[in-house]
């Protein structure tokens, strides 16, 4: 089992639907971060949190610690946000606080 | 403010030859420096981590070496070029060892 599993591997929505990917891990963290692919291969860091929620624009990812669970939201969507979205947690300990664990991705497209 | 540059942006090289993609980053000093791999299908890789002049730690055993002459140039290399060596290679930098991490453009690297 992968330390960091997300859900659904893809996603279709229609212009304006509410977006909901979710991200769960199986070890203890410092940091969750998301990050979004576009379709030409660069990525960018979205949020990084390591507890309760956080904004920017439409976007809102929160963290459960607890559950060891994350979501990332997208409100009022947009084909613009056809990307993939990429969560990696930061594990604890063992001398690594550098190294990020990569979830597979969520291939999200949203049709106009 | 600071950017981050990647070169070439793709490359198509025989197996067996040899391998050099540098990055660079403009706008901060001592910078986090990271070399990911994301193979077909499959989430990024940690490939080497260097948080100054000379000072490399590699994560993932392989025919692949990283060097950093310079605060802001990081480049991976390699003397001869497998077919799993094919992939989308990505430099990233951070301002801490734990900070949200700054990808650049990537290079897509296909061996045939």
């Known amino acids: 089992k992968n330390e960091v599993e997300q859900s659904p591997q893809n996603l279709t929505a229609q212009e304006g639907e509410f977006i909901t990917i979710n991200c769960s891990y199986s070890?203890?963290?410092?940091?969750l971060h998301w990050l979004q692919q576009h379709p030409g291969g660069g990525i960018v860091s979205l949020f990084m949190?390591?507890?309760g929620k956080k904004k920017h624009g439409r976007l809102i990812a929160t963290i459960n610690i607890q559950e060891k669970h994350s979501s990332l939201h997208i409100t009022a969507s947009h084909p613009r946000d056809s990307a993939v979205y990429i969560c990696a947690v930061r594990r604890v300990g063992g001398g690594s606080n550098y190294k990020l664990t990569f979830g597979k991705g969520t291939l999200l497209t949203v049709n106009p | 403010s600071q950017t981050i540059h990647q070169w070439p942006a793709t490359l198509v090289q025989p197996v067996g030859s040899p391998l050099s993609l540098e990055c660079t980053v403009e706008?901060?000093?001592?910078?986090?420096l990271y070399w990911y791999r994301q193979a077909a299908g499959r989430g990024l890789q940690l490939l080497f981590y260097?948080?100054?002049?000379?000072?490399i730690s590699s994560e993932v055993p392989q025919n692949l070496s990283a060097s950093r002459p310079q605060d802001r140039q990081f480049i991976l290399g390699s003397k001869k070029l497998l077919l799993s060596d094919s992939g989308f290679y990505l430099c990233?930098?951070?301002?801490?060892?734990?900070?949200?991490?700054?990808f650049g453009p990537g290079t897509r690297l296909t061996v045939l």
């Open positions: 949190l390591s507890s």
């Open positions: 706008g901060t000093s001592n910078p986090n």
């Open positions: 260097s948080v100054g002049i000379g000072q």
């Open positions: 070890v203890g963290i410092s940091a």
């Open positions: 990233a930098w951070s301002p801490i060892s734990y900070g949200l991490q700054f």
